[in-house]
Each structure stands twice: as C-alpha cells, then as structure tokens.
C-alpha cells in the first residue's frame, strides 16, 4: 500500500514527524494515535500535498516527491472536516470533483449516481449539501472520495460526529471496501472502529511510529488474567480460590474473571474447581485488547 | 430522511474507465464556478441589467446610422434648418458623418465602456469575493488538493470565473453592439472601417478582466469572510478615486498633473484604454473638436505609466494569490 523511510517533516522548530519507517501491506490499516500524533501530517505528506523534509516515501508504488499527480489519480481522500462546497447538490458535489480527478462528464456523471447509491445517498443526491446532516456530509465526503475509483483511500476521522446508527453504516460500507479489494488507512482515534474494520494498525504518537503489525498478533493472551466459565457453587470455587490466592476480579452467571498470583500456575484453578465440586467448563486467557496495547506503547513513549 | 439502516448490504461496484490527463480540469472548474455564482439572483439581476446598455448602444448606432443615411438628402437639409432654427445649433457637420465614422465610433464605446467600470465594479465585488474566501470558509480546499489539482490550475480556474463575469459586462455585450451597430449601418465598407476597433474592444476588455480579476483573487485568498473582501475589494477601487479628488481640490493643477491619475484603479485602466484606442490620434485625425474631447476624454497620464502601475497590481496580486494557495496546498489535509 505505502511505505516510508526515515521520513521527516519539520514545520520550523516543530517535528510533526520523526523518522517514520514502514511498509504497510493492502488492507484496512488503522492509524492511531492521540491528537498532535502526526496522523494528518503522514496522510498529507503521501497524498503529496506537504513535502516532507527527509527520508522517501512511495504509495503504491508511486514516488511522493516526483509522482504526486499520479499517486492523486489513484488515491481517494476524505477529510476530517465536511470540506463541502456550498451551493451544490449532492449529485453536483460528487460529479465535480469527479471532474477534478479527470473523469469525462458523462463518466463523471454516472458514476457519481453509483456511489451516492453505494454510501446509500440516492434519496438527498438532488438536495443542496448544506441541508445535509452530520452522517450524511461523512458519506458523501466518502462518496467523493470514490468517485475516480481508486485503489486507496485515506480516511480521516470518518466516524467523527456520527450517530450509533450512522457509526455502523460507514464501518459497514468501510469494511465492504476492504473486500473488494481497495486498501483502506484509516485515521481515528476512536478503538473500536478501528479494532472492528481493521486487520492491521499503526500505532503513532508524538510523531513517531510507535508500534505497527496485525491486530490480532498484537492483542497477546494476559500471562496471569484469566476467564473461568464455571457451574456449580460459585461462593465455594470463590473461597477455593482465595484459599489458592487467586482473585476474583468480576462474576457474572457463572463466568469468573481471575487473577492467577504468578505464571504458569493454571493448576491452582483446576484444583480449587475439583475442590469446590463444580464443573469447569472453560478457562481461557483474557486477551490484551487493543485499547491496552495503545496505551502501553503510549506509556512507554512518555518513559523514553 | 432517516440515515441509511445500519443492516442494509453494502456492494462497492469497481469502475472499468479511464482517467484523462487532466487537461480540462480548469475548465470543469471554470464552469462550476460560473453556475455557483449565477445562483445568487443578485449576479444575474446584474448580468441581466447589462442587456440595457446594450440595447442603448444599439440605438445610438442607429441613430447615427440613420444620420449618415439622412445626411445630403432634402429631407437632411431640412431637418438641419429645423435644429439651427428651434435650437439655435449648427449642426451642417452632421452631413459629413460618414466621413469620421470610426471616431465617432470609438468616442461613443470609450464612453460605454466608462459607464460599464461602475458594472465591473459591482458585479466583481459580487463574485470575486467568494472564489477563495469560500473554500476557507468551507475547507473545501482538501477537495482540490487531493485530487490531481495544481495550484496553479486552481488559481488560473478561479481568475477565469471572475473573468467571464467581467467579460460579460463588458466587451461581450460591446462586441454585440459593435456587431448590430455594423449590420445596420450596413456592409462590408463599415466592418472593414471598423474591424480595429472590436481587437480595441476585447483588449480593452481583457486588460480589465485581468486587473480586476488578479487584484479580487488576492483579497479573496486574504480572508475566509466574503463580506470583508467585498469591501476591501470597493476600498482598492474607490478610495483612490476619493483621495485624488480631495488631492485635487487641494494642490495646484501643476504640481498634481502625471502623477495623480496613476492612483486610481479606474482611470489607470481608462488611460490603457484610451491608448488602446488610439483616441488622442482618432480625434485629431478627425473634425471633431479635438481639444474639448480631449479635456473630457482623456487623463493627463502617460499610458505607459498607466500600464506600468496596472502590470505591478496584477503581477502583486498574481503572486501573493498564488503563494497563499501553495501554503493552503500543502496544509490541506491539515486543515
């Protein structure tokens, strides 16, 4: 999809980025990171809109100092903010900027009708976009953004303002993106958006990349959380337990979230099951969610 | 309007086209430019008003058609007699009208196109202000920039919408009247006479079209409020001209004279005009009372100090547009 070496961007005195090196793969790619992280900055900078100070950088396979053109031909963008031109109909919106990326009128036209069908626009296409509402203005930025049909899109805070209803909707038409075969990197610094859409994430902060790789590999098991789904006399597993100095963090209808006093010391829960009478129907290791993982690397940002 | 159900089954559909070379980008933007601005029912109130000084043009040339048709014939005579008797005016020249057609001509479009400055004035203080202004307002800006949009094409684009509106205010409907005025006069003799005179129409046209276009854009690309373009924009044009009449009034005639006329937006740009024009020389070539013309007509500047002074606007403006929207360019995602 992209990659970067030792990219920089200085603004004067201020670093918004710091020696970014990366190779991202296609997919749904998150970007997180606090504010100030230097998310923009990097999106700006691959679109070819800011030259960065040092190092290189290639977007699909494009140079961003020498082929900015050619890297906007193929990439869709959608702004953080509604970036709408007042005046136009939705239609009229979409078919510009179609007309913008280099699409003839009637190509443009067309397919501007397709995608405002696709973000499930086709009813307001004819209303002015000032009367749109905040849902919609996300949508049909994301509309513009695919007029051209590109093979990526950088989208910025695309849930920003939405309604739970609205959330779904645009994570439903990202992740739909993803499975036909258009890269995706999306900027958020909402978790679970991105934990829901993404397969892989970048993790940035104080403009430096602080950790990146696959969701999946990233959210480890806890080497001394544990869940217990257990039947039986909870009160007496509970004493068992304690007995064991094992604690008990959370009970609900028989699931017990535990705390092992070590590592490798599983036996003591299937001790105090046997020993309480019940039956153990599981015990699993809790996972590290992403929510942990991003403020880890952010902690250990601010110790370094 | 409910949002779209959150269940509902989204199928993304690949485009098989071509991109072209973006070599009509201007141009898509140029038109959607002008349809934005001819929303606004002031614009087109203004544009439509346009048609009046036309069809004012049109009756004066046939007047004067009617004249070079009158002029020798008895009915001619008498209707001279007639004017010395009631009015008190000789009007015997009147039967060689023909002969300096294209000076009378061009005295009468010089003076449309005076009339038509106070229609630059307003319909660029409607539609110039909004260019950029309003793409701040809305950071519409990362729209552009992120798809295969040069600043310069950007510039370039929104010059040209201001450009076609200063256009149709004046050397188009100039350009029409010229071209009734030479078919009612009649034949090949009198478009042959005056063929000139329309290259002087659209120079003249294009000069305010470029001037007044490059120095809006600026103010425009200055502020993300319309209104206080507008009003700096009537600032750069009217203040001048405030300014030389009170310098006017205050200095003696001699120590004012070349200098003055430079000050003013409009009369630097009357001056080009008048240069394009060839009017000093049609009006001494001509009979017509040259030096009360003259007086009346002409500013007592050089017009290349007049070009000068407009080059240097236009190119500051040009400049300072550009560079602002090369640093919005590069903050577009940013913004």
New interface residues.
């Given amino acids: 999809m992209f990659s970067c070496n030792n990219l920089c961007k200085r603004y004067g005195r201020v670093t918004a980025l710091v020696d970014v090196t990366l190779a991202v793969e296609p997919g749904v790619v998150g970007l997180l990171g606090p504010n100030g992280a230097g998310k923009?900055?990097l999106?700006?900078v691959l679109?070819g809109?800011?030259?960065a100070t040092v190092g290189k950088a290639s977007v699909l396979k494009l140079d961003i100092s020498r082929q900015?053109?050619?890297i906007?031909?193929r990439?869709?963008?959608v702004?953080e903010?509604?970036?709408?031109?007042?005046?136009?109909t939705g239609t009229?919106y979409v078919y510009?900027?179609g007309?913008?990326?280099?699409?003839?009128h009637a190509?443009s036209m067309q397919?501007a009708h397709?995608v405002l069908d696709?973000?499930?626009?086709e009813?307001?296409r004819y209303r002015p976009t000032e009367g749109y509402y905040a849902?919609?203005k996300q949508?049909l930025k994301l509309a513009?953004?695919?007029v051209?049909?590109p093979d990526l899109i950088f989208l910025?805070e695309p849930t920003n303002g939405m309604?739970p209803?609205?959330r779904?909707?645009m994570l439903?038409?990202i992740s739909?993106?993803g499975?036909?075969?258009?890269s995706v990197l999306l900027s958020s610094h909402l978790l679970p958006d991105v934990q829901r859409v993404c397969e892989r994430v970048i993790i940035m902060a104080g403009g430096q990349v602080l950790t990146s790789g696959r969701i999946d590999e990233m959210s480890k098991p806890h080497p001394t959380l544990y869940t217990v789904d257990f039947a039986g006399d909870v009160a007496a597993l509970r004493q068992q337990l304690a007995e064991r100095k094992v604690s008990v963090l959370e009970h609900s209808n028989g699931r017990l979230s535990i705390e092992l006093p070590g590592e490798n010391s599983q036996t003591a829960v299937l001790e105090a099951v046997r020993a309480s009478g019940g039956k153990l129907h599981g015990l699993h290791p809790r996972r590290s969610s992403l929510e942990e993982t991003f403020m880890a690397a952010i902690q250990r940002q601010h110790q370094t | 309007m409910t949002d779209a159900p959150a269940n509902r089954v989204h199928r993304y559909q690949r485009w098989d086209g071509e991109l072209n070379k973006n070599r009509w980008t201007w141009l898509a933007m140029v038109v959607a430019g002008v349809r934005l601005a001819l929303k606004d029912r002031k614009t087109r109130s203004l544009v439509t008003t346009i048609t009046m000084v036309v069809l004012g043009a049109c009756i004066v040339l046939y007047v004067l058609s009617l004249l070079e048709l009158l002029a020798g014939t008895e009915q001619g005579k008498a209707i001279a007699e007639f004017v010395h008797a009631f009015l008190g005016v000789d009007v015997s020249e009147v039967s060689r009208i023909a002969e300096f057609r294209e000076s009378l001509w061009r005295v009468f479009f010089l003076l449309i196109i005076k009339i038509e400055m106070f229609w630059v004035l307003l319909i660029v203080a409607l539609v110039g202000p909004r260019l950029i202004a309003s793409d701040l307002k809305h950071c519409a800006l990362p729209i552009y920039f992120a798809k295969p949009v040069t600043p310069l094409t950007y510039v370039t684009s929104k010059w040209l919408v201001v450009a076609v509106f200063i256009a149709l205010v004046t050397f188009i409907p100039n350009l029409l009247s010229l071209i009734v005025g030479v078919l009612i006069t009649g034949g090949l003799h009198t478009w042959a006479q005056t063929a000139s005179l329309g290259l002087d129409l659209v120079l003249s046209g294009l000069s305010v079209c470029l001037v007044g276009g490059a120095i809006v854009l600026a103010l425009s690309s200055l502020s993300s409020d319309h209104r206080y373009v507008a009003v700096a924009w009537l600032a750069v044009c009217l203040l001048p001209v405030f300014g030389q009449t009170i310098l006017n009034n205050l200095l003696p005639p001699e120590s004012t004279t070349g200098w003055l006329g430079c000050v003013s937006l409009r009369d630097n740009i009357m001056t080009v005009t008048d240069w394009l024009f060839g009017m000093r020389e049609a009006l001494e070539s001509s009979d017509l009372p040259a030096e009360a013309f003259t007086n009346a007509l002409l500013k007592p500047v050089k017009p290349i100090c007049a070009a000068t002074v407009l080059a240097a606007w236009t190119l500051a403006a040009l400049v300072l547009s550009y560079r602002r929207v090369v640093k919005f360019s590069q903050t577009a995602a940013n913004v």
Wanted: net charge negative; aromatic share 4%; glycine share 10%.
């Fill in positions: 923009s900055t999106i700006s679109l809109q800011t030259r900015q053109r050619s906007r031909r990439v869709g963008f702004p903010n509604d970036c709408l031109i007042p005046g136009m009229g510009y900027t007309r913008l990326a280099g699409m003839s190509d397919r397709e696709y973000v499930a626009l009813e307001a849902g919609m949508r513009q953004a695919l051209h049909d910025d309604d209803q609205g779904q909707t439903s038409l739909d993106l499975n036909a075969g258009i």
